[in-house]
């Protein structure tokens, strides 16, 4: 089982630059997921490990190896292919079966190994079934047994579940997990659901445009973004854009809704900063009581509710006319309607403060 | 809702079809497989008795097969390496060396046989060349074994861009992230190709795999120059002027034709099965990779003198055609245009080109009507059997002229029909069968491309169906009809077992029955005949120049099985 390192990795594909300057370190036994939204160069970084693509620049280390230069047969990754990629002329049994054919191990070994493989993933049954004859569930899951037979030092999974539908996608995840846990094995997960990589990832990459945006668990990237691209692609977040006015005992911006207090986002937070005041949807309170108050107030008008069920959404106007969107746990009970006038209080804690960066203001969708 | 789109225009047009099609490929083929089993109303199977033990046909057989077989397998080395180099890497000109390949099919290989025969002769060209340079000693023998091998190199020249298409596309088609997987579990080179990269090319390739086979099994025109007589399809050609006294041509006919059922069964029972474009494709990556400048290099050598030598026929028969005085010298002593001048002067020549051009304005109109209108009820009606229309109108692409024109002369004998009597009404229809897949596939493709919108759109602001064809399908996949229409029309005027086989008056001669008749009778009909296939090459270049500006890249796919 290997851990990675990658140092100043670099791709450009027709000038354009699809990684740069990539610097990550991935432990022995970790499932680390590159997480991004398409063209990101996710795809491309784990094909770089695979060894499908050469870096034009930096190095790759599996362990103490360099691997840079080491072409795809001999890497031993087991990687699990988007599309699956299971050889149509091949049964189930032979597609399993092929990298143990290739590393030439004995009959009654390969027997043995792809046995097991196809028992892990539940596919006993299915042994001489040819793939198209599979379900997209099934197909995966003799893709990852395929991958995981070889024991690799690494198992690369690329958008493993982008294919299937919901509910299987649901279950596969468990599945997943498990594996990972039972055999220790590293594990690379390249997604661009942002919910999978919350759900399942011990640590997250968040990739933009050819750079990792920023690295953490995902109760790190969620509560503390570091950028207004990260706080924008995962989950929803309402930004509140004004000027930094004090920085003495707590973080104040002056916006157009008033001073909003909170948590410096980055360092070296000065007064004059423009920034962006992120709230996640569901840290904002109705304060239905005229006299409670809280760190953050601000008034507005209710435009829209949408119920949900299990949530109720509102998206207030602002006296500035921005909007903002809430949530509301527990909706049984009537918060607010059309055209109420109300005030929003949020907690301090849970407004991250965002240098406003002309750049991500361009890119953020 | 209804099942089925059936007005009273559709109907009375699919009866007429399935008329058609009963007519002029069923009923023939009928015909001839009768006549090989019935003698003076009593059944028997003498005949293919006969075809077996008779040392004769025994050996034609055998020759045909060898001859399918050596083509096959040489077209096979020529083209997996190009398919491999011209698809896997990028570089500089890629586009003009695809086309480059389709270059040496612009000319019919019997006409190709006559340039060579001069070239290659005893004292031709070649040997006179050697014999100077001092190379050889006394002249060889190139075309030895009674012409044999002269038949299978003009057979391979001419094939191999046909191989070519079908193992380039089976090649393209072979989804890169399976490669990618085998590579990932370690395997790499020539294990990779035999283990998946061929494996999952064999569809393709097996298609045109029997392509070639039966095109060179079944070559009439290429034999008969080099005077190889011991084939199949020279023993049918030469049994047509006594049919009634030895219907032994009835049973080698009905032999090509179970043959030729017979491949494409067995490449549907063990290759039909398998669907390989299953899954939609996940990360695109193009599979192939810039060329280094070194490998270019080696790419364009490699092309360039292949296409060299597949062109060898084409120049021969440009030399043949200028010649004055070629007698005992490399090159012609004396270059003369006179022959062209005799194309138009002479009379057989001069109607032969009259001829070719009515037969083939009506056959390809023909084929246009059709062909739209089969297009039309595919893409765009719901009518009962679709799949069985479609399979009826792709058949002919699977059919050997010989036996499509030996039918129709056999089984329209002594009826008005009768092609001894005026050729003309079958010389059409059978051109326009046996191209008839080319249009339905062309116009097919152009209307699958047009969004079926467009055409809502415009019934939605009132217009009916008819109108709303003309004025808006029509123009937007106008490209296709003419590209489809322009390469019916060239094959029809350059079709070689048609003409010979159902023109049999002088007066009735098409082009290329014209030329292998000058070959035998005139004693400069060598060099006469050698125009007309010059005149036949610059009007082929040049309409698979149009239908290529009007196809673009799509030209390729009109040729794959």
């Given at each position: ?9 670099t791709k ?61 047969h ?81 198992v ?23 594996l990972?846990?039972?055999l ?105 009581d ?41 909706a049984?009970m ?23 960066e ?5 890119e953020?969708? | 809702?209804?099942?089925f ?61 060898r ?10 080395l ?11 890497y ?10 480059l390949?389709l ?38 023998d ?53 283990t ?11 298609a ?14 290429t ?45 549907k ?88 051009l ?10 246009i009507?059709?062909g ?66 080319y ?12 969004s079926?919108?467009?055409e ?25 009809l ?47 005949a ?25 030209m ?6």
């Amino acid at each position: 089982m290997f851990g990675i390192k990658l140092e100043n990795v670099t791709k450009r594909f027709d000038n354009v630059l699809a990684l740069d300057r990539i610097n990550l370190e991935i432990d022995a036994g970790e499932f680390f997921f590159l997480l991004g939204p398409s063209g990101c160069g996710k795809t491309t970084l784990l094909r770089i490990l695979a060894g499908f693509e050469q870096p034009e620049r930096g190095r790759v280390l599996f362990d103490a190896r360099d691997v840079t230069d080491v072409p795809p047969h001999e890497r031993n990754t087991g990687m699990v292919f988007q599309n699956y990629a299971l050889w149509p002329h091949m049964t189930v049994w032979k597609n399993v079966e092929y990298g143990l054919t290739m590393r030439n191990m004995s009959q009654h070994a390969r027997d043995q190994k792809v046995r097991r493989a196809l028992e892990m993933v539940q596919m006993s049954g299915y042994a001489e079934r040819s793939p198209n004859q599979l379900s997209g569930g099934q197909q995966q899951r003799v893709a990852l047994a395929r991958a995981l037979v070889i024991e690799p030092g690494v198992v690369l999974l690329d958008e493993p579940l982008s294919n299937l539908d919901a509910r299987l996608r649901l279950e596969m995840r468990e599945q997943l997990q498990d594996l990972q846990r039972t055999l220790g094995v590293t594990m690379i997960y390249v997604t661009h659901d942002q919910k999978e990589a919350l759900a399942m990832g011990a640590r997250i990459a968040v990739m933009q445009m050819g750079k990792v945006a920023q690295i953490g668990t995902p109760r790190d990237v969620y509560r503390q973004p570091l950028t207004r691209f990260v706080a924008d692609f995962i989950g929803e977040i309402n930004l509140i854009s004004g000027e930094i006015k004090s920085v003495e005992f707590e973080v104040v911006a002056t916006t157009d809704v008033g001073d909003i207090r909170g948590q410096a986002g980055y360092e070296g937070v000065q007064v004059g900063d423009q920034v962006l005041c992120a709230i996640r949807p569901e840290t904002i309170d109705f304060l239905s009581d005229e006299n409670k108050t809280t760190d953050n107030v601000i008034l507005g008008r209710v435009r829209r509710a949408i119920y949900l069920g299990e949530v109720e959404q509102f998206f207030v106007e602002l006296a500035s006319g921005d909007q903002v969107k809430l949530i509301q746990y527990g909706a049984t009970m009537q918060h607010a309607q059309p055209g109420d006038e109300v005030r929003l209080g949020f907690s301090q804690q849970q407004v991250v403060v965002l240098r406003d960066e002309a750049e991500d203001r361009d890119e953020a969708v | 809702m209804k099942r089925f789109d059936l007005n009273w225009p559709t109907l009375i047009f699919l009866v007429g079809l399935v008329g058609f099609f009963i007519l002029f490929l069923f009923y023939p083929l009928w015909y001839a497989f009768v006549q090989s089993l019935v003698v003076d109303g009593r059944f028997t199977f003498a005949f293919y008795e006969l075809m077996v033990t008779s040392p004769v046909y025994q050996e034609s057989i055998l020759n045909s097969f060898r001859l399918g077989m050596i083509t096959t397998i040489a077209t096979t080395l020529l083209s997996l390496p190009l398919a491999f180099l011209l698809v896997r890497y990028d570089f500089a000109g890629k586009g003009f060396l695809n086309g480059l390949i389709l270059v040496p099919m612009v000319l019919p290989p019997f006409v190709g046989a006559i340039g060579m025969k001069q070239m290659f002769a005893r004292f031709g060209s070649i040997n006179l060349l050697l014999l100077d340079l001092g190379l050889i000693d006394q002249p060889v023998d190139w075309f030895g074994g009674g012409g044999f091998v002269g038949v299978v190199i003009l057979e391979v020249l001419h094939l191999y861009p046909i191989m070519y298409l079908n193992v380039a596309a089976a090649l393209a088609n072979v989804d890169p992230s399976l490669e990618e997987a085998a590579r990932n579990m370690g395997s790499r080179g020539f294990r990779l190709f035999r283990t998946v990269t061929f494996p999952l090319m064999l569809p393709g390739y097996f298609a045109g795999a029997i392509i070639v086979f039966i095109w060179a099994f079944t070559d009439l025109g290429t034999p008969l120059i080099f005077n190889y007589r011991q084939v199949v399809a020279v023993e049918i050609f030469n049994s047509i002027e006594d049919i009634n006294e030895n219907p032994m041509a009835y049973a080698l006919v009905v032999f090509v034709l179970l043959l030729t059922v017979f491949f494409f069964y067995l490449s549907k029972a063990t290759l039909g099965s398998r669907r390989y474009e299953m899954i939609a494709r996940g990360y695109i990556s193009s599979g192939s990779r810039p060329a280094s400048r070194g490998m270019t290099v080696l790419i364009y050598a490699a092309m360039l003198s292949l296409t060299g030598i597949a062109l060898i026929p084409h120049m021969s028969v440009f030399l043949t055609s200028i010649a004055e005085r070629w007698f005992m010298a490399v090159l012609p002593q004396e270059t003369t245009g006179r022959f062209y001048t005799m194309v138009f002067e002479h009379p057989m020549s001069l109607s032969s080109i009259e001829m070719s051009l009515m037969l083939s304005v009506l056959s390809t109109t023909l084929d246009i009507v059709l062909g739209i209108a089969i297009a039309y009820l595919l893409t765009r009606t719901r009518i009962p059997y679709k799949g069985v229309l479609d399979a009826m109108a792709m058949l002919p692409l699977a059919l050997p002229g010989l036996v499509l024109a030996f039918g129709y002369l056999a089984g329209y004998s002594g009826t008005f029909l009768d092609a001894r009597h005026y050729p003309v009404p079958l010389l059409v229809i059978a051109y326009a069968v046996r191209r008839l897949p080319y249009m339905v596939r062309a116009a097919y493709a152009g209307f699958q491309q047009t969004s079926m919108t467009l055409e809502e759109a415009a019934q939605n602001l009132g217009a009916s169906r008819l109108r709303t064809l003309f004025q808006i399908t029509f123009p937007l996949i106008l490209a296709n009809l003419v590209a489809g229409g322009i390469l019916c029309f060239a094959f029809a005027m350059l079709e070689v077992s048609d003409s010979l086989i159902l023109a049999l008056k002088d007066e009735y001669y098409p082009i290329t029955k014209a030329i292998y008749a000058l070959m035998g009778r005139m004693a400069d009909g060598a060099y006469l005949a050698s125009a007309m296939g010059v005149f036949g090459m610059v009007l082929l270049i040049v309409s698979l120049f149009l239908a290529g500006r009007f196809l673009g890249r799509r030209m390729g796919e009109l040729f794959r099985a």
